[in-house]
């Protein structure tokens, strides 16, 4: 008995087997986009930022000792932090997902 063809064609079946593996790989790597943090830090560690892959900010905190900057440079310190943290989560989901990109690459 010859095991069941989705769709009667060898080579059709062997093209949406791989597209299911691939859309596998694609569930997992969704889930696992959606747990990437980036954190940063500026002011000596005075100021840290936390932010998903999407670049919102989920979490900031500022050490009392950092008002001491005044109120220009806690900015700039904030805007550097959120940044770092920024680009630490866009690395991390570029990780995540290079190897689900790499078969359309040309």
Do not use: K, N, W
């Not at 691939?22 to 936390?50: F, K, P, Q, S």
Request: no cysteine; net charge negative.
């Amino acid at each position: 008995m010859m095991p069941f063809s989705p769709t009667g064609d060898p080579d059709a079946d062997r093209v949406l087997a791989g597209l299911q593996e691939h859309m596998e790989r694609a569930e997992e790597v969704g889930r696992r986009l959606a747990e990437v943090r980036g954190r940063g830090e500026a002011a000596g560690g005075h100021v840290r930022a936390d932010v998903l892959a999407t670049g919102a900010l989920t979490g900031l905190y500022i050490d009392p000792r950092a008002m001491r900057l005044g109120s220009e440079a806690l900015v700039e310190a904030i805007m550097e932090a959120v940044g770092e943290a920024a680009r630490a989560a866009t690395e991390m989901a570029d990780e995540l997902m290079t190897p689900l990109l790499e078969p359309f690459d040309s």
